[in-house]
């Protein structure tokens, strides 16, 4: 399995409302390829700044691929992102996950 984390930051006022976006829009696109295990949208204040971050596993390559394109490592963003985000992080990051323990 494979965790993939991307990161973004917008400004604390517009935080809520793309907490809102996020879970409206990108958690239906992840979910809806076929390898998504699952997905959580993190959200940490700092200041006048809301750090982002949505944490994605996946069965395997092909399936980040059929939801990122070829090159899976280069961040996917959304046309509404212009409006909330302070910059475009160009790359996420993958890790293997080695152990895990899910509750049931």
């Known amino acids: 399995m494979i ?3 991307w990161h973004g930051r917008t400004s604390r006022e517009r935080a809520d409302e793309y907490a809102i976006f996020l879970k409206d829009r990108a958690i ?3 979910r809806s390829v076929s390898g998504n295990i699952d997905v959580a949208i993190l959200r940490r204040d700092d200041g006048d700044v809301s ?3 949505t944490v994605t596993h996946w069965s ?3 399936a980040i691929r059929a939801f990122a394109g070829d090159d899976i490592l280069s961040a996917k963003y959304y046309p509404e992102d212009s409006g909330f985000l ?3 992080e160009p790359e ?3 890790f ?3 152990a895990e ?3 049931h």
Do not use: G, K, N, P
């Open 3 to 5: 965790c993939r984390i």
């Open 28 to 30: 239906s696109d992840y």
């Open 51 to 53: 750090h982002f971050l």
């Open 60 to 62: 395997s390559e092909e």
């Open 86 to 88: 302070l910059e475009f």
């Open 92 to 94: 996420v990051q993958h």
């Open 96 to 98: 293997d996950v080695v």
């Open 101 to 103: 323990q899910a509750s």
